[in-house]
């Protein structure tokens, strides 16, 4: 029973379409994220939310926008999207402040 | 504003030796501090953490990392390497209490036979 869901895993789509990535915990946790990861290893973050509020926003272009319908899950839109899109996108969840992330697998964005 | 480097991009060890991955922090206030790991192709996995108390602190797998306030430094250990620790390892800091952790940029561990 996998603790942090996304979908898809794999996500190839043209410059300037729109797409989402969805993410599902069932750990109860009160604090999601999204995470981007380039080709270089590096992980940036992007949002936080919570309890659906919205935490950060880390200097994200606003063709990105978060959703959090409830706790357990938080979606990301990207509209137009561009060749500098492509990266591997995280999402995760902690309990509080303190507590340690669970990550996803990953959804791997490429943008032609 | 909270940092964390990772001063060697790739530590290589011979396996049954110890290993050490190398992690200094920056941060105004008490740092909360972690280690997780990366295999390919999947997400990261919690090792262990550091928020308060004991300075030597024991995580998944065998591992533990020493906390040193003075030299600001939080660096992974292993008293002997397996060749299945081969991965990506990152350390990270978090000052804000939650919310915003910011991670290193990874050291590669290779771990040969």
């Known amino acids: 029973d996998t603790a942090v869901s996304q979908t898809p895993k794999y996500l190839v789509t043209q410059m300037g379409n729109d797409k989402s990535i969805k993410c599902e915990q069932n750990?109860?946790?009160?604090?999601m994220y999204w995470y981007k990861q380039d080709s270089k290893k590096f992980l940036k973050i992007m949002f936080s939310y919570n309890n659906k509020e919205l935490i950060i926003n880390e200097t994200v272009p606003n063709r990105f926008s978060p959703k959090s319908p409830d706790k357990a899950h938080l979606n990301l839109h990207i509209n137009s999207l561009e060749l500098g899109d492509s990266a591997v996108y995280f999402c995760a969840s902690s309990q509080d402040g303190a507590s340690f992330y669970t990550f996803g697998s990953g959804t791997r964005l490429t943008v032609v | 504003a909270q940092s964390v480097a990772q001063p060697e991009d790739q530590v290589n060890v011979a396996e049954g030796n110890p290993l050490t991955v190398k992690c200094t922090y920056s941060?105004?206030?008490?740092?909360?501090l972690f280690w997780y790991v990366q295999y390919p192709n999947r997400g990261l996995q919690f090792l262990l953490k550091y928020i308060t108390g004991d300075n030597l602190v024991k995580g998944s797998y065998g591992f533990e990392a020493e906390f040193n306030k003075s030299q600001t430094s939080f660096h992974l250990k292993k008293p002997s390497a397996l060749v299945s620790d081969s991965a990506l390892y990152f350390c990270a800091v978090d000052d804000t209490g939650g919310f915003k952790t910011i991670f290193g940029a990874g050291t590669r561990l290779f771990v040969k036979a």
């Open positions: 750990l109860g946790h009160d604090t």
């Open positions: 941060v105004s206030g008490n740092p909360y």
